[in-house]
């Protein structure tokens, strides 16, 4: 059975950081397409950050690059999503996903991933 499990959310003031994580079980992440989507209130979910297997290729929204940064370490089969730099327009729930194409390009939309995480709350103050 295929579990991610997302944690590291939290409140953090403008400008602060955060690390997220998402830990995999029933799945090896390194074979897999890998994604960060997020979901504000009364809003539609969005990417914002994915990666094909084996990290061939990594993609940001355009509201996240530079400051936010993608990885995955193989040998605890867990993603992050490092976050700098953090504004209040990042307040949102984060969830980590999971899809087994194995395309050398990230999967951008969500009906293309399979495998969800429960999410993870992150609020930004001003």
């Known amino acids: 059975q295929v579990q991610l499990v997302e944690s590291g959310g939290g409140l953090v003031q403008a400008g602060g950081s955060l690390r997220l994580s998402c830990a995999a079980s029933?799945?090896?992440?390194?074979?897999?397409?890998m994604a960060w989507f997020r979901q504000a209130p009364g809003k539609e979910r969005e990417l914002v950050s994915a990666?094909?297997?084996?990290?061939?290729?990594?993609v940001y929204a355009d509201s996240v690059k530079g400051r936010f940064n993608m990885s995955r370490d193989n040998a605890l089969n867990t993603a992050y999503l490092q976050m700098n730099s953090l504004v209040p327009e990042d307040t949102a729930v984060y969830y980590c996903a999971a899809e087994a194409t194995r395309s050398d390009l990230p999967a951008t939309k969500s009906g293309e991933y399979g495998h969800w995480g429960q999410g993870t709350q992150v609020t930004v103050s001003s």
């Open positions: 990666s094909s297997w084996f990290d061939l290729r990594t």
């Open positions: 029933g799945l090896t992440v390194s074979y897999y397409g």
